[in-house]
């Protein structure tokens, strides 16, 4: 079944900001083996120029609503997760996120088009803050394996 | 702390590292609790096996974190990473033993951009392949 085209361009917004957390940081940090200490000790980080702890670069991603960031898990748009795998991520930082920031999310099914017989579905990110300052922005390729229209 | 290099020190087809990372199912599980991904493909092999993979295979997004360990361990601030992107070429299956699965990261700076900033580019393989394309990340240098 090929997905809907119809939510192509849709937004969504998260209800409440995602607060970035030490602890959250310095868990992720260990998760991946990280032992920078500017993700563990406050001093060192603020020593280093940053307000708090600054996240890892795809730290992010935690921020992301959903599976794997698709901005809507309605059955409408016709997605089964089993025929999906990741196939590009992106993150672009405008400044340091760092521990005590406050994100509210906006994500944005930007495509899906037709590659071979899979189908690719783009969907991108704006991470701003509550004083509306665009910190961050994401990008996420899915591939939709076997779902392409026939032609 | 500023970054450990500066912009200077570095020339187009600089090796700013070579190392390899094992991820074994007990950081999968980790990095499903620390990410919040707890596809079970990450941590169960019958449901891995059901989604027609040949065992349980590591997050995209952990590979890609780790490869970035590369990047910020060289910048010494993770700060300075202004942006990372890759394309997920190949799959990581991950045994279930003691040993996990080896991943090979390699870094070189591929370009010197105005302001300070260079381009890496990795070469992530797990025996042999490469796991990971376009991995590229921009870095702020002081």
Redesign the interface.
């Known amino acids: 079944m090929p997905l809907n085209q119809d939510f192509v361009g849709r937004s969504y917004t998260s209800d409440v900001p995602f607060q970035i957390g030490r602890e959250?940081i310095r868990?992720?940090a260990?998760?991946?083996?990280?032992d920078?200490p500017?993700?563990h000790d406050v001093e060192?980080a603020k020593?280093?120029?940053?307000a708090d702890l600054?996240?890892?670069?795809?730290f992010l991603?935690?921020a992301i609503p959903g599976?794997?960031g698709l901005p809507t898990d309605d059955p409408a748009l016709g997605l089964d997760?089993?025929l999906v795998?990741?196939?590009?991520?992106?993150?672009?930082?405008?400044r340091?996120v760092v521990a005590g920031d406050e994100l509210v999310v906006r994500s944005t099914l930007a495509s899906i088009r037709s590659v071979g017989r899979n189908e690719l579905l783009v969907t991108s990110y704006e991470f701003t803050s509550t004083s509306g300052e665009l910190v961050a922005e994401g990008?996420c390729s899915l591939v939709s394996r076997g779902t392409a229209p026939p032609r | 702390?500023?970054p450990a290099i500066t912009y200077d020190d570095v020339d187009v087809g600089t090796v700013i590292g070579d190392r390899t990372?094992s991820l074994r199912r007990s950081?999968l599980v980790?990095?499903a609790?620390?990410?919040?991904?707890f596809?079970p493909i990450h941590w169960n092999e019958r449901a891995a096996r059901e989604?027609g993979l040949p065992g349980v295979v590591a997050h995209?997004?952990?590979t890609?974190?780790?490869a970035?360990?590369l990047?910020?361990?060289w910048a010494g601030?993770?700060?300075a990473?202004?942006?990372?992107?890759?394309?997920?070429s190949s799959l990581v299956v991950v045994p279930d033993d003691d040993e996990g699965a080896e991943i090979s990261v390699q870094g070189i700076v591929e370009k010197k951009l105005d302001g300070g900033r260079v381009v890496v580019n990795l070469t992530v393989r797990h025996q042999g392949a490469k796991v990971l394309m376009a991995a590229r990340?921009t870095v702020q240098l002081g």
């Open positions: 959250h868990q992720f260990r998760a991946v083996g990280d920078n500017l993700y060192a020593a280093a120029g940053h600054p996240a890892p670069p795809t991603v935690t599976n794997l997760y089993t795998v990741h196939g590009e991520q992106r993150f672009t930082l405008h340091p990008t | 702390m500023p990372f950081d980790r990095y609790g620390a990410s919040g991904d596809n989604a995209g997004m952990l890609m974190a780790t970035g360990r990047v910020t361990d601030d993770p700060g990473v202004v942006e990372y992107g890759v394309k997920f990340a």
